[in-house]
């Protein structure tokens, strides 16, 4: 019979090995060492909270699954109860704690302190209400909306799982939670600033596209807490009797400031006529003061749908000072057209364009330098215009697009502060002192983007002049 190769070939490879004294194929095998757990590391979003503020506290590190515990010790305050990350609920305190928070892995503990704040007694009716309404968006996006609520108090509140109806569809409750501030504002919306969506330039407290405020039917919208007091009412379900949606004109509907009412009363309501913290030009003032000033008073806004929009970010105003140049520098945010800017210190002269009428086409993200001088003249993006210096004790710069507001500011320089015109730039939105100096610099986030607010406090006045670049 005759023998298969294969076979052949087996017996000879076995007899080869046999002989060789390899007896077994030897597999390379890694050195195991026994495995290195992380240090166990907490991180709060906040290491100071209200007794009615949640925290979400995530974890890193460890080497099993981590039970959470205070110090001292409450009870159900962890959600969920082992795990990470988890969202704390503080206990309601009758007065401030130093509380130790402690998570532990079964082999480490990890612990943080943090402050927990009595809040004192809940806030009450009148105390938050609406104070504007975007219901017909912005020029940027009709879904550009956004809801202002008003802290009348001098306390800090916390809003947990507060409500407003209707504000997410017809029928439908908005729901919210967030930190209000003594005497201030909160701004909810539907995009957030850093959004090509949203032309509100401002810091948003609450960006959630849930946000849908119905343009067929006005509301009723009616501001509640978690436990279902109401704490405001606006509009009636009919129609809006304030707020513009038109081609040309997109207006927010916004509270009279000497107004506390809580339910409807339309006369103490009005169609905002400036436009404050929105790079569009449409009429609102989210983040900021209201006018007090209805769209009804004012011009007819211009029809420029190819103008640009821009903000107020360097100045330098010091007259006889030796100095050649007095300045203001802006930034470009849209696109567009630059002859329509005004740049106005109020003093009554008739202020013009910036170009004298000429047609300038900037793009979004240029810088130019407005210039005092004696006549019209431009050096690429300086523009020198005909026109007093603004006095170095104390005046406004505002920044127009024909006859809408854009940006402005109040500086002074001497030791009592003052207001060349307080009336008309508490109009424009300014709250607070003016600015304490005759050159400032905006400042700007940590994400590089500029400050938003008419408030003295957006500026910086130790920064060194930087002309047509970004600010340090």
């Known amino acids: 019979m005759k023998v298969p190769m294969f076979t052949i070939l087996l017996i000879s490879v076995s007899f080869f090995l046999g002989c060789s004294g390899c007896t077994q194929i030897e597999t390379p095998t890694r050195n195991e060492t026994p495995s290195q757990s992380k240090a166990l590391l907490l991180y709060p979003e906040s290491y100071e909270i209200l007794d009615t503020e949640p925290l979400r506290i995530e974890a890193d590190g460890g080497s099993g699954e981590i039970f959470w515990e205070t110090d001292p010790s409450f009870d159900n305050c962890f959600q969920p109860e082992k795990g990470a990350p988890v969202l704390f609920t503080p206990p309601d305190l009758s007065d401030d704690l130093i509380l130790g928070i402690i998570a532990s892995d079964g082999k480490e503990n990890a612990r943080i302190d943090i402050t927990v704040i009595d809040e004192g007694p809940p806030p009450a009716p009148g105390d938050v209400l609406i104070n504007e309404i975007a219901w017909a968006g912005t020029h940027t996006s009709s879904y550009d909306e956004y809801v202002e609520l008003i802290n009348n108090t001098d306390r800090v509140f916390y809003l947990n799982n507060w409500r407003i109806e209707n504000a997410a569809g017809v029928g439908n409750p908005f729901i919210f939670s967030g930190k209000l501030f003594p005497s201030s504002l909160f701004l909810i919306a539907n995009y957030g600033e850093s959004s090509e969506k949203s032309s509100i330039t401002v810091r948003i407290d609450r960006t959630d596209a849930a946000l849908s405020l119905p343009n067929l039917q006005a509301g009723p919208y009616i ?9 405001d009412t606006v509009c009636d379900g ?8 038109e081609q040309e004109v997109k207006a927010s509907m916004a509270r009279l400031s000497t107004s506390s009412s809580r339910q409807w009363e339309p006369a103490s309501w009005y169609t905002e006529s400036v436009s404050v913290n929105l790079s569009d030009g449409t009429l609102g003032t989210p983040g900021a003061q209201n006018s007090d000033k209805p769209l009804s008073e004012q011009l007819p806004a211009p029809e420029i749908g190819d103008a640009a929009r821009a903000i107020i970010t360097e100045f330098y105003i010091d007259l006889n000072d030796g100095k050649v140049e007095d300045w203001v520098e802006l930034y470009i945010t849209k696109e567009g057209n630059v002859k329509y ?9 008739s202020d013009s364009s910036i170009t004298d009428g000429e047609d300038c086409f900037l793009s979004a993200g240029e810088y130019i330098q407005v ?33 809408a507001f854009l940006d402005g500011l109040c500086y002074c320089s001497t030791d009592e502060l003052q207001f060349d015109d307080l009336e008309e730039m508490r109009g424009y939105g300014w709250s607070g002192d003016p600015v304490c100096g005759k050159r400032a610099a905006r400042k700007r986030d940590e994400s590089g983007l500029y400050l938003g607010g008419l408030q003295a406090e957006i500026w910086d006045l130790e920064a060194e002049p930087t002309p047509g670049v970004p600010n340090q």
């Open 223 to 231: 501001l509640m807490n978690s436990g279902g007091m109401v704490f």
């Open 341 to 349: 800017f005004i740049v106005s210190d109020l003093d009554g002269d």
């Open 238 to 245: 009919g129609e809006y009797l304030h707020g513009k949606n």
């Open 371 to 403: 210039i005092w001088s004696t006549a019209y003249h431009r050096e690429g993006n300086r523009f020198f215009i005909p026109d007093v210096n603004p006095t170095g004790t104390k005046d406004e710069l505002v920044l127009l697009c024909a006859t």
